[in-house]
């Protein structure tokens, strides 16, 4: 992706230069993201709630971070092939990203009995969607609130029910 579409996008979203280093090119982005401390916590974390709530933390965080350039980038979708290009890279790495997550609870027998692993991962991608986080923020959500209702949301959507 040429240098000047990464350098608008960064001036659109009234992003320092330094906040997208790279061109997609150089696909290090979900690799070096999945050896981060916070990630590996939420491999490691053995109770399932505080695991999606781990989960909902980062999905804020990389919300609050990203968010206005993200909205440059979705309002330009179609607009320019690269553009488009980096759009679906970040898609499939949320995908990415989306099924590793779902995997820890299908291994562990505690996805919702009529869910299978792609509708499960499909669920995990639609729900941390960047539109999402945007969408809410222009409806007035903090980054609080939107955490908060992730959190419950993918609960919801994965887990089975606890006994009574």
């Not at 729900?127 to 419950?152: D, F, T």
Request: charged letters at 25%; proline letters at 6%; a positive charge.
């Amino acid at each position: 992706m040429p240098y000047r579409c990464l350098r608008s996008i960064r001036w659109q979203g009234g992003m320092a230069q330094a906040g997208i280093r790279r061109p997609v090119g150089r696909r290090r982005g979900a690799d070096s993201l999945r050896q981060r401390p916070e990630i590996l916590a939420i491999a490691t974390e053995p109770d399932p709630r505080d695991k999606i709530a781990r989960y909902a933390g980062i999905a804020r965080t990389l919300g609050d971070r990203l968010g206005p350039v993200l909205a440059v980038l979705l309002a330009s979708r179609g607009s320019d092939p690269e553009l488009e290009d980096f759009a679906r890279t970040i898609d499939a790495e949320r995908l990415s990203g989306a099924t590793g997550f779902v995997a820890q609870f299908a291994d562990r027998g505690l996805l919702r009995t009529d869910l299978d692993r792609r509708h499960a991962s499909d669920l995990v991608w639609t729900l941390i969607s960047p539109a999402v986080y945007l969408m809410l923020q222009e409806r007035g959500w903090n980054s609080e609130q939107y955490e908060r209702w992730l959190s419950g949301a993918l609960a919801d959507a994965l887990l089975s029910a606890p006994p009574s």
